[in-house]
């Protein structure tokens, strides 16, 4: 899966979520590093939404910022996580096609099991309704 991933400052978790997505073999662009959070999440949703990438993933310090510039890219659906229940609800229920992940408090660990529910969760076909009425 062809993953865009951007984060506003580079760290040693964010070189762990790109090193598990492509120990998974997925084919990652990291299409911001170190730039203000607002062009990371507005950056990796366009390559979404202009199908140049699958899915996003995006980082910041809480998480919050990169999510809600991400949404503001049309055809973006990104989810703020910070647990594997979350990000598999989110594909799930949302068809969330961007991972939000906060640098503060996401432990290695708990990123590997998001990345994993994010990745691996189908959306359920009964809620694509709900989704088409978010734009």
Do not use: Q, Y
């Amino acid at each position: 899966m062809r993953i865009a991933f951007g984060t506003d400052e580079p760290t040693p978790l964010t070189a762990a979520v790109v090193a598990e997505l492509e120990r998974h073999g997925h084919e990652v662009s990291e299409v911001a590093r170190a730039e203000p959070w607002p062009d990371v999440g507005r950056r990796v949703g366009e390559a979404v939404a202009s199908g140049r990438a699958e899915r996003g993933v995006v980082c910041c310090w809480t998480g919050t910022g990169v999510s809600m510039a991400a949404n503001k890219v049309p055809g973006v659906r990104a989810a703020l996580c910070t647990d594997a229940e979350t990000a598999r609800g989110a594909r799930r229920w949302n068809d969330a096609n961007v991972l939000a992940l906060g640098l503060r408090l996401t432990s290695p660990e708990v990123a590997r099991e998001m990345l994993d529910a994010f990745l691996r969760t189908e959306v359920d076909t009964d809620e694509r309704e709900n989704v088409s009425h978010l734009g």
